[in-house]
């Protein structure tokens, strides 16, 4: 269950691959480039390791938009995997229906040090390090609803790499992380916890949010990818008495979210004072009846 593969050249060297594309998240060809490639590096830093190079993965609308859009995606996804400190190799492009745009991954990692979703213990905190609500928010641009300050935070959130949050992951000594993608932070916990064979208590007033986010939730602002994590999660969740838009915000798939940390009390401390966007969220606890129990 954990974000990407790992193949072992050495006793100190494996490769860390991985993939992910899709549709357009915002209007603009260059952003979206750059928040696309993002979100495929994320799975690398996810697993503790340094991205290497990377292979393009385009489905083009040919005759229905001009080629300056592609090229501005593939300078925006070349730019984030230049700041990533990895190359674009190569890539492939298909006419398709609708533009869809991404990367395959390639990253270098120690196996003696590897993030896994599937090293969680009794009493480690959970650390997030980015705010959630980029589905909803996004729901709400494509409507030209979202104040200009929001879109800014969104987009902003979006683009910004895992990097720093991964390597001073591994600087405190952990081996338990995962990012928060397509299943929403629910869902992503939810697989460190049946990895992990744990049960995690995660504080739903203490989850960071996008500006914008909560409101959006509570307008009833929905997408159909939330209503697919929700069904999924359902017999997995004691809900406990969170409300209607907290659930909808916990369960919002995430584009290029942060990662999920788990780490003892002490290390705990000293990664959220390397990794200031971080808060803690929550705890592990011995297994219990449900995986996920919220507050």
């Not at 992951?169 to 929403?184: N, P």
């Not at 949010?209 to 017999?235: I, K, S």
Request: overall charge negative.
């Amino acid at each position: 269950m954990d974000d990407a593969g790992i193949f072992v050249l050495s006793a100190d060297m494996a490769l860390v691959q991985t993939v992910d594309f899709f549709a357009p998240i915002v209007d603009d060809p260059y952003l979206f480039g750059q928040i696309a490639a993002a979100n495929a590096l994320s799975d690398v830093y996810a697993m503790g390791g340094e991205p290497l190079t990377a292979l393009a993965i385009v489905g083009f609308p040919s005759g229905k938009l001009p080629l300056t859009v592609l090229g501005d995606i593939l300078r925006g996804g070349q730019d984030k995997v230049h700041e990533a400190g990895a190359l674009i190799v190569g890539g492939h492009t298909i006419i398709d229906e609708e533009l869809k745009y991404g990367l395959s991954v390639t990253g270098r990692a120690d196996p003696r040090r590897l993030l896994t979703n599937a090293a969680a213990r009794a009493g480690d905190r959970l650390l997030l390090t980015k705010p959630i609500g980029t589905a909803l928010l996004a729901t709400v641009a494509k409507k030209g609803e979202l104040p200009a300050d929001e879109l800014l935070a969104l987009t902003e959130s979006m683009r910004a790499l895992n990097a720093q949050a991964s390597r001073a992951a591994l600087q405190v000594g952990a081996s338990c992380a995962t990012d928060i993608t397509g299943f929403g932070l629910l869902g992503h916990a939810s697989h460190i916890a049946r990895a992990s064979g744990v049960t995690l208590r995660i504080a739903a007033s203490s989850v960071p949010l996008l500006p914008g986010a909560r409101a959006a939730a509570e307008r009833g602002v929905r997408t159909g990818g939330a209503d697919r994590n929700l069904a999924w999660l359902e017999p997995l969740v004691d809900w406990g008495s969170v409300s209607d838009a907290d659930r909808a915000l916990l369960i919002d798939p995430q584009t290029s979210g942060g990662l999920l940390v788990a780490l003892s009390p002490q290390r705990a401390k000293d990664y959220l004072s390397l990794v200031p966007s971080a808060v803690e969220i929550g705890e592990v606890v011995e297994a219990g009846v449900r995986g996920l129990v919220l507050a």
